[in-house]
């Protein structure tokens, strides 16, 4: 199942296009007809995969009762040290701090979207919001950042972005597999190969903010492996959690929004950075709003999924769509849309992780503004994230290792204050 994923393909009027084909297209076309082709054709997977992801999920379930777990979600958090009913209570937290917030940006993008198509805004469906899985906020013409990497290796603007931080990344990059190529998994992720320096990526990368964004976040995650103290035992030579390592992941990320990174790496003209970095910095909330809504989507749909994988999904995953996302489901589709996404057959139980990495994420920005004055082009930063987060591998558990860090332990309200408002 795993080299089905790799393989796909989506098939448009007999020709097989890369997911980055797809993303283009549904990025940057203004043809409603177009984009539908795209969006289905980027679900044909799902069809292909369905009934192997049931039973996976059966077996996945089979293991865990027979570990003395409800089912397999229970176990993935339980071995996660997260609890679960805490970790609905906080998400309940957040999707009623985050509703109106989002219902109001979402009003806007609809507005955009409809003038974009030039249709109704009651006739937008899922394939005009220029993301598979709207996960991401849509490119719109008030700032477009791929404009601005337009003939830039991305390669060398990490480079640049971690030498401004004291982190050495070339070893890493010359290890790593940078660019697509046929049958090539068409994913981002990050390996350390064995808690010994040999530390490797792979990426699909391409001149556009995108592909900058998503180097700079596994590279986060291999600065992490790599400034670890090797002098730890090798059980403990590792982030102390998932969350720990993608919240310095996605924080590296979000440097391609802020000011200091765009002219001072990215080389922004200096009459545009202030207004681009406006516009980066509403863009980069909108990202935070519209992903909680989408974990959302994730965590519920992989609860249910766990709890009873033989139920009706493909309904049940519109139903979370609708509610979360507030995407309208497309008339009379009957698909199991839900089993083209990666993560619920190949990676599951994970998305959860990414959300309590934004909430630690807004935690240490926070810190490091208030004792260093910010992340981009700044070695003190680098530093203390060396001492006060990596060195320390897996010595405590994430909680402990949160209040360590940052000096609290974790608190949703960073996080929430920096989506309720426009900044």
């Given amino acids: ?37 795209a969006w289905e054709a980027s679900k044909q997977i ?6 192997q992801v049931r039973e996976l999920a059966r077996v996945r379930n089979s293991a865990a009762r027979a570990q003395g777990f409800r089912d397999h979600f229970q176990r993935s958090l339980a071995l996660d040290e997260i609890d679960e009913a805490e970790l609905f209570s906080l998400f309940d937290s957040l999707e009623q701090a985050t509703r109106v917030p989002f219902e109001e940006l979402k009003k ?14 009651n006739e937008l469906r899922p394939w005009h919001y220029g993301d598979r899985f709207f996960q991401a906020p849509p490119q719109t013409g008030e700032v477009n950042l791929d404009a601005l990497f337009n003939g830039k290796d991305p390669a060398e603007l990490a480079k640049a972005t ?14 790593s597999d940078l660019y697509a190529r046929p049958g090539k998994n068409q994913h981002a992720f990050c390996l350390d190969l064995d808690r010994e ?61 802020d000011r200091e990174w765009l002219t001072r790496v990215a080389e922004a003209p200096a009459k545009e950075a202030e207004g681009l970095s406006r516009a980066a910095r509403e863009r980069e909330r909108a990202g935070r709003l519209i992903f909680t809504r989408w974990c959302l989507v994730m965590t519920h749909f992989e609860r249910a999924l766990y709890k009873d994988p033989d139920r009706p999904l493909d309904n049940l995953w519109w139903d979370l769509v609708q509610s979360y996302q507030q995407l309208r489901r497309p008339e009379a589709r ?16 994970y998305y959860q992780n990414y959300e309590l990495g934004h909430l630690v994420t807004a935690q240490l920005q926070d810190r490091i503004r208030k004792t260093v004055g910010g992340l981009a082009a700044r070695p003190e930063a680098g530093e203390w994230l060396r001492e006060r987060v ?31 408002a426009q900044q």
């Avoid at 799902?46 to 009934?51: C, M, S």
């Fill in 1 to 37: 199942m795993r080299q089905k994923y790799y393989n796909f393909r989506g098939r448009v009027g007999g020709e097989e296009l890369s997911d980055n084909r797809l993303d283009d297209i549904l990025a940057k076309s203004g043809s409603s007809a177009e984009v539908r082709e």
């Fill in 46 to 51: 799902g069809a292909e995969v369905d009934g």
């Fill in 108 to 121: 806007g993008i609809d507005r955009e979207r409809a003038r974009h198509f030039g249709i109704e805004v």
């Fill in 162 to 175: 971690y030498d401004g931080l004291g982190m050495e990344v070339r070893d890493i990059l010359e290890r």
């Fill in 197 to 257: 320096g040999d530390i490797r990526t792979l990426n699909n990368l391409e001149p556009n903010h995108r592909w900058n964004q998503t180097l700079l976040h596994e590279l986060g995650h291999a600065v992490y492996d790599k400034y670890v103290d090797q002098n730890l035992p090798w059980l403990l030579r590792r982030p102390p959690h998932t969350l720990s390592t993608e919240a310095v992941a996605l924080m590296m990320g979000a440097l391609t929004f």
């Fill in 334 to 349: 009957k698909a199991p849309d839900w089993a083209a996404k990666y993560h619920i057959a190949l990676a599951p139980v």
């Fill in 390 to 420: 990596f060195q320390a591998g897996a010595r405590e558990d994430w909680s402990r290792h949160v209040a360590a860090a940052t000096g609290e332990p974790l608190n949703p309200q960073y996080f929430v204050g920096s989506v309720s």
